[in-house]
């Protein structure tokens, strides 16, 4: 994505204000901690990637962050839960849009799912151990977490609730892409031929 038309901007803008939104709706799930909240938001993230290109993903969903910690602010003061849900956001959207640009097809669609699943819960539970753990104590002076206590946190609850967070995503996403699916290859091809 070279440039980005007005067009273009104005659905990134939309899309970014859906997933802003849905982020809003947000909910726990029982079996894991009240900070490990479920939303849709990358779905939106998701048809701007496909749609548009990598860029038009990361877009929205650094808008959305942005966003909402305009309009919630954060515990820390430091908006260490949005840079988190920024990375996982990129993490589980960037791998989704390349591995589907090389297989084009519904089947490549489903693995392409299943990459940016794994890829998000794998290298979150990295980054939640030794950057996002660790930030949240400090900033809210809480005394340290003890390694075996963040490797537990992040075994027994970052890591499962992930990968079930992009298996959610992923089934939702499957039947909306199919519905969309006309309109993402035409702004697709629209973008490959401007771009």
Same mark, same amino acid.
């Given at each position: 994505?070279?440039?980005?038309?007005?067009?273009?901007?104005?659905?990134?803008?939309?899309?970014?204000?859906?997933?802003?939104?849905?982020? =809003?709706? !947000? #909910?726990? =799930?029982p079996v894991?901690? &009240?900070?490990?909240?479920?939303?849709?938001?990358?779905?939106? %993230? =998701?048809? %701007?990637?496909? &749609?548009?290109?990598?860029?038009?993903?990361?877009?929205?969903?650094?808008?959305? !962050?942005?966003?909402? /910690?305009?309009?919630?602010?954060? @515990?820390?003061?430091?908006?260490?839960?949005?840079?988190?849900?920024? *990375? *996982?956001?990129?993490?589980?959207?960037?791998?989704?849009?390349?591995?589907?640009?090389?297989?084009?097809?519904?089947?490549?669609?489903?693995?392409?799912?299943?990459?940016?699943?794994?890829?998000?819960a794998v290298?979150?539970?990295?980054?939640?151990?030794?950057?996002?753990?660790? &930030?949240?104590? /400090? #900033?809210?002076? &809480?005394? *340290?977490?003890?390694?075996?206590?963040?490797?537990?946190?992040?075994?027994?609850?970052?890591?499962? #609730?992930?990968? =079930?967070?992009?298996?959610?995503?992923?089934?939702? #996403?499957?039947?909306?892409?199919?519905?969309?699916?006309?309109?993402? !290859?035409? @702004?697709?091809?629209?973008? @490959?031929? !401007?771009?």
């Amino acid at each position: 994505m070279k440039k980005m038309n007005v067009k273009t901007m104005v659905v990134i803008g939309m899309l970014s204000s859906l997933s802003y939104v849905l982020m =809003l709706l !947000n #909910f726990p =799930l029982p079996v894991f901690p &009240a900070y490990l909240m479920i939303d849709f938001s990358d779905i939106p %993230a =998701l048809v %701007a990637a496909l &749609a548009f290109g990598p860029l038009a993903g990361v877009l929205v969903e650094l808008i959305k !962050n942005i966003l909402d /910690w305009f309009m919630t602010g954060s @515990q820390t003061g430091v908006p260490v839960g949005h840079i988190a849900n920024f *990375a *996982a956001g990129i993490l589980f959207i960037l791998p989704t849009y390349y591995v589907y640009n090389k297989i084009k097809t519904r089947r490549g669609l489903s693995l392409a799912l299943i990459a940016g699943t794994v890829t998000m819960a794998v290298l979150m539970s990295v980054l939640n151990y030794f950057l996002f753990l660790p &930030a949240y104590t /400090w #900033f809210l002076n &809480a005394p *340290a977490m003890a390694d075996s206590e963040a490797l537990k946190s992040v075994v027994l609850f970052i890591l499962p #609730f992930n990968i =079930l967070k992009g298996i959610i995503v992923s089934v939702l #996403f499957m039947p909306l892409y199919v519905k969309m699916s006309y309109w993402i !290859n035409r @702004q697709r091809t629209s973008v @490959q031929l !401007n771009g």
